[in-house]
C-alpha cells in the first residue's frame, strides 16, 4: 500500500495562491495515477484534478481549469497542487488519492488525511 501525507494549505486571501504538496511512502509512487480532491463543509468529496503515473496526462474540473495545476515529481515521491486565483468557493480540505484513474472519489484506493484551504478577506 501507499501511504499519502498532504501539507500546504492555509488561510489565503481571495486572487492569492497556494501550493498544496502530497508526500507518498510506501509502495512505489510512480506505479500510481493521482487525483486531488477537495470538500466543502457539509458537502460530498469533489474532484480537482487528475495526473496520470508519467505526468504525462492530466485532467481537470471545469472550474479549475487555467487556475490549477496538478504536476508530480517521482524522483521525490511528491504529488503538487498549486492553486492560483484562488476564490473563497475554494475553500475547503483538499485530499491527494492514488490507485484511480477517474473523476470518482470511489475508485482511488489510498487517501491522504487532507489539508483545510480558507480562502478569505
Known amino acids: 500500500q501507499v501511504q499519502l501525507v498532504e501539507s500546504g494549505g492555509g488561510l489565503v486571501q481571495p486572487g492569492g495562491s497556494l501550493r498544496l504538496s502530497c508526500a507518498a511512502s510506501?509502495?512505489?509512487?510512480?506505479?500510481?495515477?493521482m487525483g486531488w480532491f477537495r470538500q466543502a463543509p457539509g458537502e460530498g468529496r469533489e474532484f480537482v484534478a487528475y495526473?496520470?503515473?508519467?505526468?504525462?496526462?492530466?485532467y481537470y474540473a471545469e472550474a479549475m481549469k487555467g487556475r490549477f495545476t496538478i504536476s508530480r515529481d517521482n524522483t521525490k515521491n511528491t504529488l503538487y497542487l498549486q492553486m492560483n486565483s484562488l476564490k473563497p468557493e475554494d475553500t475547503a480540505v483538499y485530499y491527494c488519492?492514488?490507485?484511480?484513474?477517474?473523476?470518482?472519489?470511489?475508485?482511488?484506493?489510498?487517501w491522504g488525511q487532507g489539508t483545510q484551504v480558507t480562502v478569505s478577506s
Open positions: 495526473i496520470n503515473w508519467s505526468g504525462g496526462s492530466t
Open positions: 488519492a492514488a490507485g484511480g484513474r477517474t473523476t470518482s472519489p470511489s475508485a482511488y484506493r489510498y
Open positions: 510506501g509502495r512505489t509512487f510512480s506505479a500510481y495515477d
